[in-house]
C-alpha cells in the first residue's frame, strides 16, 4: 500500500540509490552502489557558478566493494562523476582502505574511522550502508548452501535483528526451529 495523498507540493530535489549484486566466476560477488542527486530547477555549481540545467546531477556517484562470502571487503572502487566541486572526485582512491575490513557487526564504527570526516566523501560513505545490506540480501543463498555443507553451528545473524526475527516468534520457529526461544511446541 503506498503513502497516503501528500498536501499539494512541488518536487524540488530528488535523490536516487540503486544497489546491484554479482556473484563472479571466481567465487567472490561485487556489490555496486550508484547514487545520484538531481533538482528539479536550474541552478549554479557552487565551484566556479557553473550552471546546471534542471535534471543534471548534483552528485554522480559509484562505489563496488569485492568480497567473499565471510564479507571480507577484497577491493574496494569508488567514481564521483559529479561533484558540487570539481575536487570532489579527488578523495576515492581512499576507499581502497576497506580492504580487509569485515561487512558486520561494527561496519558503520570502522568505515568511519577510515573513511569518515576529511578521510572521505559524506556521500559515498553514506552509500556504504545500503551496499552493505545488499550484500547480505545477494549472498543469501549462497551462504545457506555452503552452511548446508559445512554447519557452523552459530545462531542465525538474523535473529533478534528485527521484529519479525524475534527469536520467540513464528518466523523463527519456521526458519530456525533449533534456536526458537518461545513457548510453542517445536515441530
Not at 6 to 15: C, N
Request: aromatic share 6%; proline share 7%; net charge neutral.
Amino acid at each position: 500500500m503506498p503513502l497516503t495523498a501528500p498536501a499539494p507540493r512541488t518536487a524540488i530535489h530528488i535523490r536516487r540509490i540503486e544497489c546491484q549484486a554479482f556473484e563472479r566466476e571466481d567465487g567472490l560477488w561485487d556489490i555496486e552502489a550508484h547514487m545520484t542527486d538531481v533538482k528539479t530547477h536550474a541552478h549554479s555549481r557552487r565551484d566556479g557558478g557553473v550552471e546546471r540545467a534542471a535534471g543534471e546531477p548534483v552528485h554522480d556517484m559509484w562505489l563496488r566493494v569485492t568480497i567473499d562470502l565471510d564479507f571480507v571487503i577484497h577491493d574496494c572502487e569508488a567514481v564521483t562523476d559529479q561533484g558540487p566541486y570539481r575536487g570532489c572526485g579527488a578523495i576515492t582512491p581512499n576507499f581502497k582502505a576497506l580492504a580487509g575490513v569485515k561487512i558486520g557487526p561494527g561496519w558503520r564504527r570502522k568505515t568511519l574511522e577510515l573513511l569518515g570526516g576529511t578521510r572521505g566523501c559524506t556521500h559515498l560513505v553514506e552509500l556504504l550502508g545500503p551496499l552493505a545490506t545488499t550484500a547480505y540480501q545477494a549472498t543469501g543463498r549462497a551462504r545457506a548452501a555452503r552452511e548446508q555443507v559445512a554447519p557452523s553451528g552459530r545462531k542465525p545473524y538474523q535473529i533478534d535483528s528485527c521484529h519479525i526475527y524475534n527469536s520467540d516468534g513464528p518466523a523463527v520457529l519456521e526458519r530456525w526451529p533449533q534456536w526458537y526461544t518461545g513457548t510453542q511446541p517445536q515441530p
